[in-house]
């Protein structure tokens, strides 16, 4: 599948780029750019991977010339970089605008300039039936890239353009676990919203496998979906003071501005384009792509009423402590 194939990630030197980075040098891929404006990790990423196929590019996905350069002779796009914590997000609206949608419309009209094989972009589930500024800004990601598809089948170009959706990847920087685990370290007492909240979680190596999933199967306009479950709030952080041996104190916090109850990996309406085989969930919309839907031959209509973080199987403390000591090495 990557077999001397050049390949471009942008947010290339985030905990999914560098992971994924890892992935792909395990193939037999030719080149992997690192497009990403923050040289000091760029640096660091520099020193953790030292591989003669590896280019790291200073660049910002609003900078669309920079964007072209960067992506010339490039097979296969994966776009993963976004400004996405929801509280920076939903203070600096303006801002997150200008990355994750312009920003996002960049890649595609440089995808579609430079006659990109296939390329994916990295969505979340907070982009189904959005609350906060950050899912809008990666829901309008999703659409521009799925619409795209319609200017491949009218003009003289090839690529191939798709969407990933996923929940918390386990252990990523700045999410909850290593959160948790440095309040516990420092002596501090665990903040949380409401313990019955529910979250999705997937590792990064099942987020990577989604990836790989996409890139090898896309046709175009499809959106990827895996099969996951989830946890309470409460009870993850039960598993992390029972693998701290501690016993802080529970702090109960303020519902954060933009901030859902529970999660959705596909809202009510997109139920009725939802599909699915043993492996994924694929939202494919029949009249909008009605090119690519022929070509599907092992998927079949999804049986699903809902899929919420509150309606999957909950994983119980015992196996949160057994997937998070396995993946963090904890």
């Not at 994750?100 to 440089?110: L, W, Y």
């Not at 430079?114 to 800004?137: H, L, M, Q």
């Not at 319609?150 to 252990?171: E, I, M, P, Q, W």
């Not at 979906?225 to 598993?239: E, S």
Request: charged fraction near 25%.
């Amino acid at each position: 599948m990557f077999k001397g194939k050049k390949i471009l990630i942008t947010g290339g030197t985030g905990s999914l780029g560098i992971a994924l980075t890892r992935r792909l040098l395990a193939t037999e891929v030719d080149i992997i750019r690192i497009y990403s404006r923050n040289e000091s990790k760029q640096i660091s990423m520099t020193q953790e991977i030292d591989d003669s196929r590896l280019r790291f590019l200073i660049g910002d996905v609003r900078d669309k010339p920079r964007l072209t350069r960067a992506m010339e002779d490039i097979d296969i796009v994966i776009h993963a970089s976004a400004l996405k914590h929801v509280p920076i997000v939903e203070y600096n609206a303006f801002e997150s605008i200008k990355t994750n949608i312009i920003g996002s419309q960049n890649v595609v009209d440089c995808c579609l300039d430079e006659n990109v094989e296939t390329a994916i972009c990295v969505s979340t589930d907070k982009a189904v039936s959005p609350f906060n500024t950050y899912g809008a800004t990666k829901l309008l990601m999703e659409k521009l890239f799925i619409s795209a598809n319609s200017y491949v089948n009218r003009l003289d170009h090839k690529t191939k353009f798709s969407a990933v959706r996923y929940g918390n990847v386990l252990g990523s920087s700045n999410s909850v676990i290593p959160k948790f685990i440095e309040q516990i370290r420092n002596g501090k007492n665990i903040s949380i919203t409401d313990p019955e909240m529910t979250r999705f979680t997937i590792t990064m190596n099942n987020a990577i496998d989604l990836i790989f999933y996409a890139v090898e199967n896309s046709m175009g306009g499809e959106i990827f979906i895996p099969k996951l479950h989830a946890y309470k709030v409460g009870t993850l952080a039960d598993a992390i003071i029972e693998i701290e041996d501690s016993s802080p104190k529970i702090d109960r916090i303020p519902v954060r501005s933009g901030e859902k109850f529970h999660e959705f990996l596909i809202s009510v309406d997109e139920i009725r384009n939802t599909y699915e085989n043993d492996d994924v969930y694929v939202i494919l919309d029949k009249d909008m792509h009605s090119l690519t839907f022929s070509k599907w031959s092992d998927i079949k209509k999804a049986n699903l009423g809902s899929y919420s973080s509150d309606k999957v199987k909950l994983l119980e403390k015992e196996e949160l402590k057994t997937l998070i000591t396995k993946e963090l090495s904890i």
